[in-house]
């Protein structure tokens, strides 16, 4: 939570800095490619966070986990 603060007041120093500071490297502002990175790093934290609230799997009987990931067909006898 605390990179998802830092990088949202990243953002919204760059857009306020874009606002006040006219300079430019290549006819783009100075402040884009900071205002990108907090972006980008504030909807990962963002995304990351959830994915990691959803519930997963803690079952602990080792018969009903496969190894690979998919479910085994039932034996038969």
Known sequence: MIVIAAMTALVLISLCAMAIDDRT??????????????????????????????PHNTATDPSTRSGNGCSS????A
Do not use: C, N, Q
């Open 73 to 76: 067909p039932p034996d038969r």
């Open 25 to 54: 490297i290549l006819g783009e502002s100075v402040w884009l490619k900071p205002l990108e990175f907090g972006f980008a790093f504030a909807s990962y934290g963002t995304t990351l966070a959830w994915l990691l609230m959803l």
